[in-house]
């Protein structure tokens, strides 16, 4: 997976390739909560093209700084997610009798 | 626009400094349900949204832990209900839509054919047998790309050889006559020149791959139909199964469906008594809402079950006055998933999350 920053007028644009709105979208609610970020958006370009840009205008740091701390930030929110569910699990496993396997006859 | 002399509505008294009034903490925090559509749908997602009220609307990672929960509200081997709370909607449809499309399982990919002459074309043969559940772990097994050579670590051979003798009733075969080959193709790629030589098989399995995966192969449901044979057909073929993403082709996805909802939230605007709310309890099919009598005769309708809203929105059809408002929780999403595979749903889920952690990986190796 390949990506380019294209520096226009210094605000950076971020290709990712093979990528669409499932990471990009998340990525883009992160990057929104940050107050270094003036302006975040992601398109897709075309459909068929499985490409998507992201482009974070910031005030001030590297824009690639700030992307990459974004997506820290998701991929720890991933893993609390990953460990509240699992005990939510264990819990719910735990309190209620074990349902049991419907048999194919 | 302030003229002068003008006091400011964050001065006036009744404003409290610090707190969002009623209508934007609605605005932020509900999408409202009218009559003919929803408004507010688009999230106030920046941090820097309600900055003059001295709100933070940002989530930084320390308040997303402490509010985000999970509480499972139904679990089987085949499908699970669950609600997160404290999650955004764009998280929260990543992990819809890597459930439906990116968590890797097993289907039938290859089809090799020695004998088909039963009323079912080859081509349609192999789709029917492509789309079988497969009751195989796929976190066993490898994927396999073009250069790789077929073995017992990237796939599961499973062989079909079925005839309807001359002289008896048409035969259904059913997808429990697929029988598994635990040591791999018994076709060879050229034919032995003579009895007993050698020949290179389709796949090359150094061991049995009862060593792969602990226990015996074979399909999920036991009574698909596969194809119907009539007196003297025959359907003898090899089926090579291998790992994929649902993606590529739906026959890999994990899920018979899954999505999500939010949790729906009904307030009334206006005193609903006696008749007009024995009538609203009667038109809501779903039970939401109920009376509740306050002694002297007087009856009240009040709201039982949120959660069983469906929006059909027979409460607001026919009055010229709204008496509720319907509401979602924008942080509150109810998950149902339905396992088609051979992993239970809690699996599926933490497989999806595990899945999403692996992108920003590779984008931020990327970035490095």
Same mark, same amino acid.
Not at chain 2, 310 to 315: F, Q
């Given at each position: 997976?390949?990506?380019?920053?294209?520096?226009?007028?210094?605000?950076?644009?971020?290709?990712?390739?093979?990528?669409?709105?499932?990471?990009?979208?998340?990525?883009?609610?992160?990057?929104?909560?940050?107050?270094?970020?003036?302006?975040?958006?992601?398109?897709?370009?075309?459909?068929?093209?499985?490409?998507?840009?992201?482009?974070?205008?910031?005030?001030?740091?590297?824009?690639?700084?700030?992307?990459?701390?974004?997506?820290?930030?998701?991929?720890?929110?991933?893993?609390?997610?990953?460990?509240?569910?699992?005990?939510?699990?264990?819990?719910?496993?735990?309190?209620?009798?074990?349902?049991?396997?419907?048999?194919?006859? | 626009?302030?003229?002068?002399?003008?006091?400011?509505?964050?001065?006036?008294?009744?404003?409290?400094?610090?707190?969002?009034?009623?209508?934007?903490?609605?605005?932020?925090?509900?999408?409202?349900?009218?009559?003919?559509?929803?408004?507010?749908?688009?999230?106030?997602?920046?941090?820097?949204?309600?900055?003059?009220?001295?709100?933070?609307?940002?989530?930084?990672?320390?308040?997303?832990?402490?509010?985000?929960?999970?509480?499972?509200?139904?679990?089987?081997?085949?499908?699970?209900?669950?609600?997160?709370?404290?999650?955004?909607?764009?998280?929260?449809?990543?992990?819809?839509?890597?459930?439906?499309?990116?968590?890797?399982?097993?289907?039938?990919?290859?089809?090799?054919?020695?004998?088909?002459?039963?009323?079912?074309?080859?081509?349609?043969?192999?789709?029917?047998?492509?789309?079988?559940?497969?009751?195989?772990?796929?976190?066993?097994?490898?994927?396999?790309?073009?250069?790789?050579?077929?073995?017992?670590?990237?796939?599961?051979?499973?062989?079909?050889?079925?005839?309807?003798?001359?002289?008896?009733?048409?035969?259904? *075969? !059913?997808?429990?006559?697929?029988?598994? $080959?635990? &040591?791999?193709? +018994?076709?060879?790629?050229?034919?032995?020149?003579?009895? %007993?030589?050698?020949?290179?098989?389709?796949?090359?399995?150094?061991?049995?791959?009862?060593?792969?995966?602990?226990?015996?192969?074979?399909?999920?449901?036991?009574?698909?139909?596969?194809?119907?044979?009539?007196?003297?057909?025959?359907?003898?073929?090899?089926?090579?199964?291998?790992?994929?993403?649902?993606?590529?082709?739906?026959?890999?996805?994990?899920?018979?469906?899954?999505?999500?909802?939010?949790?729906?939230?009904?307030?009334?605007?206006?005193? *609903? !008594?006696?008749?007009?709310?024995?009538? $609203?309890? &009667?038109?809501? +099919?779903?039970?939401?809402?109920?009376?509740?009598?306050? %002694?002297?005769?007087?009856?009240?309708?009040?709201?039982?079950?949120p959660r069983a809203c469906?929006?059909?929105?027979?409460?607001l059809r026919g009055v010229?006055?709204?008496?509720?408002?319907?509401?979602?929780?924008?942080?509150?999403?109810?998950?149902?998933?339905?396992?088609?595979?051979?992993?239970?749903?809690?699996?599926?889920?933490?497989?999806?999350?595990?899945?999403?952690?692996?992108?920003c990986e590779r984008v931020?190796?990327?970035?490095?």
């Open positions: 997976m390949e990506h380019g920053s294209l520096t226009d007028e210094s605000l950076p644009t971020f290709s990712v390739i093979d990528e669409d709105h499932t990471l990009a979208n998340s990525v883009r609610f992160v990057l929104n909560q940050d107050p270094r970020v003036s302006f975040c958006e992601y398109s897709i370009p075309h459909p068929s093209d499985n490409n998507v840009n992201i482009r974070v205008q910031t005030t001030g740091d590297s824009a690639k700084d700030v992307l990459k701390d974004a997506l820290h930030d998701l991929e720890a929110m991933c893993q609390h997610v990953r460990s509240t569910f699992d005990a939510s699990v264990t819990e719910f496993k735990e309190t209620q009798p074990m349902k049991k396997m419907e048999v194919d006859e | 626009m302030t003229k002068k002399g003008f006091t400011s509505a964050l001065d006036m008294p009744d404003v409290p400094m610090g707190k969002l009034p009623d209508h934007l903490e609605v605005q932020r925090t509900r999408v409202v349900c009218k009559a003919d559509a929803p408004i507010n749908t688009e999230g106030i997602q920046y941090f820097g949204s309600y900055a003059t009220m001295g709100i933070d609307n940002s989530t930084p990672l320390e308040r997303f832990r402490k509010n985000f929960k999970v509480e499972v509200i139904r679990l089987t081997d085949d499908e699970m209900e669950f609600d997160m709370i404290g999650i955004d909607a764009a998280i929260a449809n990543a992990f819809r839509r890597i459930l439906i499309a990116e968590v890797p399982t097993m289907a039938i990919e290859r089809v090799f054919m020695v004998d088909n002459t039963s009323p079912i074309v080859d081509e349609v043969l192999a789709h029917r047998l492509g789309l079988i559940p497969l009751d195989a772990d796929p976190r066993l097994f490898e994927y396999m790309s073009e250069n790789d050579v077929a073995n017992e670590r990237n796939t599961i051979v499973f062989k079909l050889h079925v005839s309807c003798k001359k002289g008896s009733p048409r035969l259904t *075969v !059913k997808s429990d006559q697929l029988e598994w $080959l635990p &040591d791999g193709s +018994k076709l060879h790629e050229v034919a032995p020149s003579f009895p %007993g030589e050698q020949q290179k098989a389709y796949t090359s399995f150094s061991g049995s791959q009862m060593e792969v995966s602990k226990k015996p192969l074979g399909v999920m449901h036991k009574d698909i139909t596969i194809a119907r044979l009539g007196p003297g057909q025959t359907i003898e073929l090899e089926a090579h199964a291998v790992k994929g993403i649902g993606k590529v082709h739906a026959k890999w996805s994990p899920v018979a469906t899954a999505w999500y909802r939010m949790l729906p939230e009904v307030v009334f605007l206006k005193e *609903v !008594k006696g008749e007009e709310a024995v009538q $609203l309890v &009667d038109k809501c +099919k779903q039970g939401v809402f109920d009376i509740e009598d306050l %002694g002297s005769g007087e009856r009240k309708a009040v709201v039982k079950n469906t929006l059909c929105r027979e409460c010229s006055e709204d008496p509720v408002e319907l509401r979602r929780v924008r942080d509150h999403f109810i998950f149902t998933i339905e396992s088609a595979a051979a992993v239970p749903p809690e699996v599926l889920f933490t497989e999806a999350v595990k899945i999403l952690e692996e992108k931020i190796s990327e970035l490095s």
